[in-house]
């Protein structure tokens, strides 16, 4: 059988394009690629000559891609950090493992221990002192392959929520409440509902993106009862949902736009068409199920915290008039005067047996004892 008799199907196609598209800085090999729409084909015959090798870089090459083959060198130049990536990483390095550092300085969450880029951030941290570096003497963040891990102490949870809210937490500022809040926060992230949830997703940006929404969602709101905290979870699931379905959407045009130029295209165009309608209506569902989850979840809150308000206005009155300087002033000056309105008037009253001995002609002792 020639390459001529093999065909991609539909699917094998837009796993191809999908594999591609995945890694925009780092082409797959042509190998890879056999490997992934051919995995039972030998593995002398997952080679860019071979009748599959053929079909697969006939496939890219009509849409002017072009796959790494295993026999070429391809030299890797070691990149050079810049003076705000070092300034990130000192500030940081003190609550975040090397190879999370790494992802989010590169911005690159497929970074492995092999990558130039993770041994270049390494060396760097060498030259920083020990003592402000991240230890992991007590396993605290262990993460089973494949598994997730949520924070446990306040520093780990302030740094998942500063990477994920934009001016999130200054870690230099942290009140009382702010405690509090990282606190309650770390006890809905270790909740059996969340490292569910959490389990389910095998892609990690989906994994991420889940963790992300749950994150900008809760992380001030300490006073969250276990039902919100189970509507949260389901609120953040369907943010996934949507973004699954949209990336469905893309893939569906791509196909579209691709096979819409031959007469077999033509064909599969009306299908295409009514499977990128039929996505489009379940994104739209989506998007009105978390509007309508998320309104109620404002309202419950909304009520709640009026409530707590209305018990307790007069002594948050005073709190808040005494955390306003102006007031504080104020009010320290009232408390002054009135102070000295109740000296005088001791002063007065003191003096008022004295006034009586004057004008009775008799002493203050004897005014005194009657």
């Excluded at 994994?207 to 979870?233: A, G, M």
């Excluded at 949507?242 to 165009?269: F, K, P, Y």
Aim: charged share 35%; net charge negative.
């Amino acid at each position: 059988m020639s390459s001529k008799d093999i065909e991609l199907t539909e699917e094998q196609q837009l796993a191809l394009l999908n594999e591609w598209n995945s890694r925009p800085d780092d082409p797959p090999y042509i190998k890879e690629l056999i490997e992934l729409v051919f995995p039972d084909v030998p593995e002398e015959k997952r080679d860019g000559r071979s009748k599959y090798g053929r079909v697969v870089k006939k496939f890219l090459a009509e849409r002017s891609l072009k796959a790494k083959v295993s026999h070429k060198h391809y030299p890797k130049e070691k990149p050079q950090l810049t003076e705000d990536q070092k300034e990130f990483i000192t500030n940081n390095c003190g609550a975040m493992k090397p190879m999370e550092l790494a992802r989010m300085v590169f911005d690159d969450r497929g970074i492995s221990p092999l990558d130039i880029r993770y041994k270049v951030l390494v060396d760097f941290l060498g030259t920083i002192d020990n003592k402000v570096k991240y230890s992991d003497v007590t396993n605290e963040e262990a993460i089973p392959e494949g598994g997730y891990a949520p924070p446990k102490s306040e520093s780990r949870a302030l740094v998942r929520v500063n990477k994920y809210v934009h001016n999130g937490i200054d870690k230099e500022k942290i009140t009382t409440k702010v405690k509090k809040n990282l606190s309650t926060l770390i006890g809905y992230m270790h909740t059996f509902r969340f490292l569910h949830q959490m389990s389910t997703y095998v892609i990690e940006t989906d994994r991420d993106l889940f963790e992300s929404s749950f994150v900008r969602y809760t992380w001030d709101k300490s006073d969250l009862t276990q039902e919100e905290v189970d509507q949260y979870i389901v609120l953040s699931a369907e943010v996934v949902i949507a973004s699954n379905i949209q990336r469905r959407v893309e893939r569906l045009q791509q196909l579209l736009d691709q096979n819409a130029e031959d007469t077999e295209g033509r064909r599969m165009a009306m299908s295409l068409v009514e499977a990128i309608n039929t996505a489009q209506t379940e994104y739209n569902q989506c998007v009105n199920r978390q509007t309508k989850l998320l309104n109620e979840l404002k309202e419950k809150r909304s009520q709640r915290m009026s409530k707590i308000l209305q018990e307790s206005a007069s002594i948050l009155n005073l709190v808040e008039l005494w955390k306003d300087e102006e007031s504080r002033n104020k009010m320290i000056k009232i408390a002054e005067i009135r102070k000295k309105n109740v000296s005088s008037e001791i002063e007065r009253l003191s003096s008022m047996e004295e006034i009586k001995s004057r004008i009775m002609g008799i002493s203050e002792e004897e005014v005194l004892n009657g």
